[in-house]
């Protein structure tokens, strides 16, 4: 099994680095490693193609390995950041951050309100769910409420916007559509390391995760502080979720997906295994989407949330029809 694993990890890895390449070199004006010596050329290929690809990278393995974390918490394939509202409530503390206070008025300001902006919308939905979810045994009703929950966020978020002036609206509409391409170097030093510690943090949970996975009655029976277990899952899940949002806007369906893609191709249930599987199947996902996304036209990009959606949609079709494969 251990064999089996690495074979899978590095095949992940092979198709990683091919597809980030791709991502480098190929887009709306195709690059190649001779025309690096050109001042253009290369500021195009150092200030936005590497930051833009190293942002697939981070938010995609970061939200799958969120997605896994909350379908491992609340024991349900369906769970997932955006099903479960909080994007929505990061998508409005986001809208009030932006068009109510001006949030992107300048670096320094506009990208750390945005960002603990998000990061709070995350937290605070997620604490909501997990409070309904105390109080109900049936997942069902948990991601019913999830949904009804989206619902009431995204409506206040229109309130916000309805009221709010054409500048701001705009700037608000276009961050709504999800991209990896708005990043700077900057933003790469401050997403980066959260990305990588708080990802870095889930491998020291497989053991916690694997026993939770079957119930909390067990994960006790073994020693586990399930109720400290789950606070640092909200924790993790709300950070990454929040900081990826604030960044890329928010991105539909990766967190969702991979992780049931994952089960349904490499069929464990080892949490180390599924975590190592999913980031590297979410970055490949991601990279996957936002090639398509600059390869589509010459003339503009496509939003990355109607691609990721579009891939992320059959995933959850097939799971509706074959749940009992994958619970």
Request: one cysteine or more; glycine letters at 8%.
């Amino acid at each position: 099994m251990r064999n089996k694993f690495i074979i899978n990890v590095l095949l992940l890895l092979f198709v990683t680095g091919i597809l980030a390449s791709v991502n480098l070199f190929c887009g709306s004006i195709n690059i190649s490693p001779s025309d690096l010596h050109e001042e253009v050329v290369a500021d195009i290929f150092y200030n936005i193609r590497i930051p833009k690809t190293i942002t697939a990278i981070l938010a995609g393995g970061s939200l799958a390995v969120a997605g896994l974390l909350m379908q491992t918490l609340f024991r349900n394939p369906l769970a997932g950041p955006y099903v479960l509202g909080i994007s929505s409530g990061a998508g409005l503390f986001v809208a009030i951050a932006m068009i109510l206070f001006g949030g992107m008025t300048n670096y320094l300001v506009g990208k750390s309100l945005i960002s603990i902006a998000a990061i709070t919308g995350s937290l605070l939905v997620m604490f909501l769910v997990l409070f309904i979810s105390k109080r109900s045994r049936s997942n069902t009703t948990v991601l019913l409420v999830g949904i009804m929950l989206s619902q009431i966020l995204s409506a206040f978020q229109g309130l916000i916007e309805y009221v709010s002036n054409p500048v701001a609206l705009k700037s608000f509409v276009v961050w709504g559509m999800g991209s990896v391409s708005n990043t700077s170097n900057k933003d790469i030093f401050i997403l980066l390391p959260i990305c990588f510690v708080f990802c870095l943090a889930t491998l020291f949970l497989s053991k916690p995760l694997n026993a939770i996975l079957l119930n909390e009655t067990y994960a006790q029976n073994l020693g586990i502080n399930v109720s400290r277990l789950r606070s640092v899952i909200i924790l993790i899940t709300a950070v990454l979720t929040g900081v990826i949002t604030a960044f890329c806007g928010p991105i539909a369906f990766v967190g969702l997906s991979v992780p049931i893609a994952c089960r349904l191709l490499f069929k464990t249930s080892h949490q180390l295994h599924q975590i190592t599987y999913c980031f590297l199947f979410g970055v490949i996902t991601l990279l996957l989407c936002d090639s398509f996304c600059q390869v589509m036209s010459d003339s503009y990009v496509l939003p990355i949330n109607t691609m990721t959606t579009i891939l992320g949609s059959p995933v959850v079709i097939y799971l509706i029809f074959k749940s009992k494969t994958i619970s």
